[in-house]
């Protein structure tokens, strides 16, 4: 390095008035210029006309950092350097910066101090130069470069128009870094006001939107615009807390966005440990890429995530999702005001979930309601389980054992025997006896509406849909339901309910929603689900799930010891009814009655004590007994039904083979059934081998 005082032959002593003049030019051109990529090309347009040199460049000192940012400008092979930064005492630009002194080199070849910028410029055949300060009044700047093919080429009289022309680069250079700070603060401001109004507008939306969907899709969109990035998106936990339910998802590509909501696992995925961990998450790059296939937005082509938990009462009830096209697109200085965002939105999300649990528990009280009115306008006689006899004290303990379990109940018995009455005693002596207790008669609904009866429908699932409707499996949510003649559910509809009662989760006709119930199921038949199951009529596993524990209720002509008090008590049941006194039943009536054998069993014969008690003018019960010799003679008692004709049947094939049950010659081989379906009938029947 030389003092710049030392003059080389070809520097011009005294600038010529030319050179003033440009100069003039320059300064007013240059000055009026607002941003520096502007006027950095308006002085490689200008300096050559006022300047020698071959290589021009420009250097700022940036302050936060304390590094020199190099700018070449002009270079023989007029190609244009990106930014490069050197520290101060790396940069011979650093040193005049420090110093505040120009710096001329004659000869680069001679120069050993600050090797790495020197052999830049000897890359451009660069044999001298001149480095001097950009100073004006407020601060220093930095240092403008020229670099000459020629050796010895910056003399003092070059030096000295060099420096006037440094000082106009400086002004320049200032004006320009104050007005972009300027510009920049201005955008920054606005920036943060259109952050605080994004605040603002999201506080709004919370406050008055209470549909779930609708808030989730003013979020992302909003969220999307204020951030300007990609994706957004809202993910919230299932029940079985390992899904997330995707809201909302919100794509710019394409102008793409998805309102319909998909399921998740959570394991292996970036919002599953928001969750867990309830801190922020940005991921980039390689960060990303080791989600690998469990993350779709990698296939989007999203290459920087940001997920945030959403916290509300201290806990994380979901997290906001977002996504840029390019990396780095979320830094940590954004967190604080997405954290802002995102525990608002926490607080929209419970407010519209609570108001969600609330419409649905009004709904389905509502549903109770109209159904518990129904149920009092049907006669139901709780205690119409009445009788002495040993096989009714046998179911009835049967009953007292299940009741306190959930275990699912399957009723079997002829029609009329009080099937319904059985299950609701089971409720009523059950842990579920204060919730609803919900009756189904599976072969009274038609196909078409059993569907939509027992799991209900969205609006718009079907022609006629014009609401939503809850079905009978969650309104009996937490108590009851009663599938009655379950024998007749189609085919096509075994596989949902085999469905609900294993895994306690269904979907509405119409919907993807999945949804949770807990439902204690007590089914009831008139119909042999064993011999449906061999001949393909009714799923097998759906009757293995519904035969937990099986109860058979007798008919009424296998407890003839019970029907006097039955008769009893219907006559005092309708006399009341009817405001009439009778007092006396005679003894050939009530003989008759206990003769006759009931093939509507209880059913038939409350119908005929009402039919009676209608037809009594005084005190003493007048039956038509002539209906019962009628249908005697319509039905002889010899005629005996199935079940007496299939029990003996089973007693004689195992008489013959001396009580073997399977096997060549067996029992079950004799009868042409399986083993394990004479063993169930033989226990429905109560069948016990004889001891010896």
């Known amino acids: 390095m030389t003092d710049p005082s030392t003059t ?76 490069i ?85 400086a002004v320049a250079v200032d004006n320009a870094l104050s007005h972009q700070a300027a510009h920049a603060l201005q955008q920054q401001l606005e920036h943060e006001r259109d952050r605080l109004k994004f605040l603002l507008d999201l ?39 390992t899904h997330l339910r995707v809201y909302a998802r919100d794509f710019s590509e394409g102008g793409e966005s998805w309102p319909e909501e ?54 994380v009830i979901g997290t906001l999702n977002l996504g840029g096209l390019r990396e780095g697109a979320f830094s940590q200085g954004d967190i604080e005001f997405l954290t802002q965002a995102a525990n608002q939105i926490a607080i929209g999300v419970e407010n519209a979930l609570n108001y969600q649990q609330v419409e649905a528990a009004r709904e389905r009280l509502t549903e109770e309601r109209n159904y518990l009115n129904e149920e009092i306008r049907t006669d139901h006689d709780f205690e119409a389980i009445i009788g002495q006899s040993a096989a009714l004290k046998r179911i009835l303990k049967q009953a007292e054992l299940v009741a306190p379990t959930v275990s699912t109940v399957l009723i079997q018995g002829e029609t009329g025997t009080g099937k319904e009455v059985l299950a609701r005693a ?17 072969a009274a609904i038609p196909l078409g509406l059993l569907e939509s009866e027992l799991f209900g429908h969205e609006k718009g699932a079907f022609t006629g849909a014009i609401a939503q409707k809850i079905g009978r499996f969650e309104l009996a949510h937490q108590g009851t339901l009663f599938l009655d003649e379950v024998g007749d559910i189609p085919p096509e509809l075994q596989p949902k309910l ?51 524990f099986p109860v058979l209720v007798p008919p ?58 209608i037809l009594t003018s005084g005190s003493t019960l007048q039956a038509p007994l002539s209906e019962l010799k009628q249908a005697g003679r319509e039905v002889p008692r010899a005629a005996r039904t199935l079940v007496e004709v299939e029990r003996d049947q089973i007693l004689r094939a195992l008489r013959e083979a001396q009580w073997v049950l399977g096997g060549p010659g067996g029992a079950a081989d004799r009868l042409g059934l399986k083993r394990t379906t004479l063993f169930y009938k033989m226990r429905k029947l109560g069948i016990s081998r004889p001891a010896n």
């Not at 406050?207 to 990609?230: G, H, K, P, W, Y």
């Not at 998909?262 to 960060?287: K, T």
Request: glycine residues 4%; neutral net charge; proline residues 5%.
């Open 8 to 83: 080389g032959d070809n520097a011009p002593t005294k600038p010529p008035a030319s050179q003033h003049q440009a100069l003039l030019e320059v300064a007013e051109s240059i000055a009026t210029h607002r941003d520096l990529p502007a006027l950095f090309h308006d002085l490689v347009e200008r300096l050559p006309g006022l300047v020698n040199f071959d290589t021009l460049w420009l250097v700022l000192h940036e302050p936060i950092r304390n590094v020199m940012r190099l700018h070449i400008l002009e270079t023989p092979s007029r190609a244009y350097i990106d930014v």
């Open 85 to 169: 930064e050197r520290t101060v005492e790396d940069s011979p630009s650093g040193w005049v910066w420090e110093h505040q002194k120009a710096l001329v080199v004659p000869d680069m070849e001679q120069e050993g101090h600050f090797s790495k910028a020197m052999d830049l410029l000897k890359s451009y055949e660069i044999r001298s130069l001149c480095i001097l300060p950009l100073t004006t009044v407020h601060r220093r700047l930095g240092a403008v470069g020229f670099g000459s093919q020629r050796l010895d080429a910056y003399g003092e009289a070059a030096v000295d128009f060099l420096q006037l022309v440094a000082r106009q680069i």
């Open 203 to 241: 506080n709004n939306s919370v406050v008055s939107t209470l549909d779930l969907r609708q808030l989730f899709r003013a979020i992302s969109a909003n969220v999307r615009q204020v951030m300007e990035c990609d994706y957004a998106s809202v993910l919230l936990p299932e029940q079985d807390g």
């Open 262 to 315: 998909i399921v998740i696992p959570a394991a292996g995925r970036p919002a599953g440990e928001v969750m867990q961990s309830g801190e922020p998450l940005i991921l980039d790059g390689q960060a990303l890429s080791r989600y690998g296939a469990h993350l779709n937005l990698v296939k989007m082509g999203l290459k920087s995530v940001c997920v945030l938990p959403m916290r509300n009462h201290g806990r």
């Open 426 to 442: 089971i409720h009523e002596i059950s842990p579920r006896r204060d919730r609803t207790f919900v009756s189904v008669n599976c």
């Open 498 to 548: 085999l469905r609900v009662l294993q895994e306690q989760e269904f979907e509405r006709l119409g919907g993807t929603r999945t949804l949770h119930v807990d439902a204690r199921v007590i089914a009831a038949t008139s119909r042999d689900l064993a011999q449906m199951v061999e001949n393909r009529e009714f799923r097998s596993d759906l009757y293995y799930r519904l035969n937990i």
């Open 556 to 613: 009424l002509r296998e407890r003839p010891e019970d029907i006097p008090l039955l008769v009893a008590h219907f006559t005092d049941k309708y006399a009341r009814r009817m405001d009439k006194r009778i007092s006396k039943i005679p003894e050939e009536t009530m003989v008759a009655l206990k003769r006759y054998h009931w093939p509507g069993n209880v059913r038939e014969l409350q119908n005929f004590i009402e039919r009676a008690t």
